[in-house]
């Protein structure tokens, strides 16, 4: 069946970039989502990217997607404490269904 | 990771109908739980978030009326759709979460796709 593995955990210090991996299986995944946890709130939608895409940037956030390794990435340029959280990936396929990874928590060290 | 089930996985029912969804987490106590709907080919839409033992909080445009959460246990939220109309076919989705170590993570469940004829 489907399957998105992230690494759990990820430490950088302020002003560094950080970068978030997820891996997916199912390749008939039409959108790939990026979203953002804080602290006992529910799901932020960050950005998102479309499976015929390789790029997208939006801001400090720059999402890079290798649709043959079956590889999505998420880099944040010059990380703050603020983006501290858990951040989730999500595919969701062509039949509409949707499958999130177990979340990258993120610390951002002063 | 830890598992969340959902219950049914898919309910086709008549419009004017109640449907009743439910989400349990089976190896962790879920102090907290959230329920999402989903659009056909967009992104999940937070409805509610619910707190063991207290009323769920709504957010905006969801019409608690509409949607009845119970969160009775540490294990179980259910998502109760009171009479569905077609418009209110979707996928749900709950999440968990819970304290696992030093860190609160959150779980989804498989989701439950809602057809209302």
């Known amino acids: 069946g489907e399957d998105v593995e992230q690494s759990l955990f990820l430490s950088v210090r302020e002003g560094d970039s950080s970068v978030i991996n997820c891996t997916y299986t199912?390749?008939?995944?039409?959108?790939l989502y990026w979203y953002k946890q804080e602290p006992g709130a529910g799901l932020q939608l960050l950005t998102y990217?479309?499976?015929?895409?390789d790029m997208k940037q939006d801001q400090r956030l720059t999402v890079l997607l290798n649709k043959k390794d079956k590889h999505l990435s998420l880099r944040i340029a010059d990380t703050q404490t603020g983006d501290s959280a858990i951040y989730f990936c999500?595919?969701?396929?062509?039949?509409?269904?949707?499958?999130f990874g177990d979340g990258t928590t993120l610390t951002v060290k002063p | 990771g830890a598992v969340v089930s959902q219950h049914p996985s898919r309910v086709i029912c008549k419009s004017g109908t109640s449907v009743k969804i439910e989400c349990r987490s089976l190896?962790?106590?879920?102090?907290?739980m959230f329920w999402y709907r989903q659009f056909p080919k967009q992104s999940l839409m937070l409805m509610a978030t619910?707190?063991?033992?207290?009323?769920?909080?709504?957010e905006q445009g969801v019409e608690k009326d509409k949607f009845l959460i119970n969160h009775a246990s540490l294990t179980l939220s259910t998502l109760t759709v009171t009479s569905a109309h077609p418009e209110d076919s979707s996928f749900y989705i709950c999440?968990?979460?819970?304290?696992?170590?030093?860190?609160?993570?959150?779980?989804f469940g498989p989701g439950t796709r809602l057809t209302v004829l």
């Open positions: 199912d390749s008939s995944s039409t959108y």
């Open positions: 999500a595919e969701i396929t062509n039949a509409g269904k949707s499958t």
């Open positions: 990217i479309f499976s015929n895409m």
């Open positions: 619910s707190n063991e033992g207290s009323k769920a909080t709504y």
């Open positions: 999440s968990a979460s819970g304290t696992s170590g030093n860190t609160d993570t959150q779980y």
């Open positions: 190896d962790f106590q879920a102090t907290t």
